[in-house]
């Protein structure tokens, strides 16, 4: 089963570290994406840019509203995401808890729906 894997942490966290601590935080990231990898449960994955230039879109009413950033104002932002090919919801979590934003951000797991209906 395929999992995505939200990362969320508060970018003034990763700015108050010094660039060891932060090369760490890097490195530890670069060694799960080569356990994953070599375990075959990589997928894949992104970091995403800052909220400064993300765009909320709604529609209401038929009336389309366009807003820059995100739609709540939080300390925490979405900052990347990895997905990951595992036996069980346990394993993604386990997965989740060794990514280094774990002990300072947050992580969600989700399943992938990889078959999704269209007809009505």
Do not use: H
């Amino acid at each position: 089963m395929k999992y995505m894997l939200l990362i969320y942490n508060n970018p003034a966290t990763l700015d108050a570290m010094s660039d060891e601590e932060r090369d760490g935080v890097f490195g530890q990231v670069d060694t799960v994406i080569k356990q994953l990898t070599e375990s075959g449960e990589w997928v894949g994955g992104a970091a995403l840019a800052g909220p400064g230039g993300a765009r909320t879109v709604r529609v209401r009413g038929g009336v389309p509203a366009t807003t820059d950033g995100p739609f709540a104002e939080a300390k925490e932002q979405l900052a990347g995401y990895l997905v990951v090919d595992c036996d069980s919801v346990e394993r993604a979590t386990e997965i989740a808890l060794s990514w280094p934003d774990a002990r300072f951000g947050a992580m969600e797991v989700r399943q992938v729906v990889e078959a999704v209906d269209t007809e009505v």
